[in-house]
């Protein structure tokens, strides 16, 4: 079975920097879209970010130009680095991808991280 595990997460103040990682373990014959999700107390689990397997990126309006996500795919790893973070962004962070897990017939499953927690404090 296939498992992701984040790491990363702490307590920052309003402005700082972190750099969350996720490494997938198992059965995987490749790795296509791997992403970047949040969720706060009381609220509903956004998407923060995704990059493709060809490297193209998305992200959210409220991270853009704060957040870069990048993946290095010989590690099966993806990376979140958060700058100028602001209290809204304290969440536990979960880490997902899509990874192929059978060739013929081709098949790709979700897998999900348990989280990390990210605090930022004012």
């Known amino acids: 079975q296939v498992q992701l595990v984040e790491s990363g997460g702490g307590l920052v103040q309003a402005g700082g920097s972190l750099r969350l990682s996720c490494a997938a373990s198992?059965?995987?014959?490749?790795?296509?879209?791997m992403g970047w999700y949040r969720q706060a107390p009381g609220k509903q689990r956004e998407l923060v970010a995704l990059i493709t397997n060809g490297g193209s990126t998305n992200y959210a309006d409220s991270v853009k130009g704060r957040f870069t996500i990048s993946r290095d795919n010989a590690k099966n790893t993806v990376y979140l680095q958060m700058n100028n973070l602001k209290p809204e962004d304290t969440a536990v962070y979960y880490c997902?991808?899509?990874?192929?897990?059978?060739?013929?017939?081709?098949?790709?499953?979700?897998?999900w991280g348990k989280g990390t927690l990210v605090t930022v404090s004012s």
């Open positions: 997902n991808a899509q990874i192929v897990v059978r060739m013929i017939p081709m098949r790709s499953d979700d897998y």
């Open positions: 198992g059965i995987i014959l490749g790795i296509n879209t």
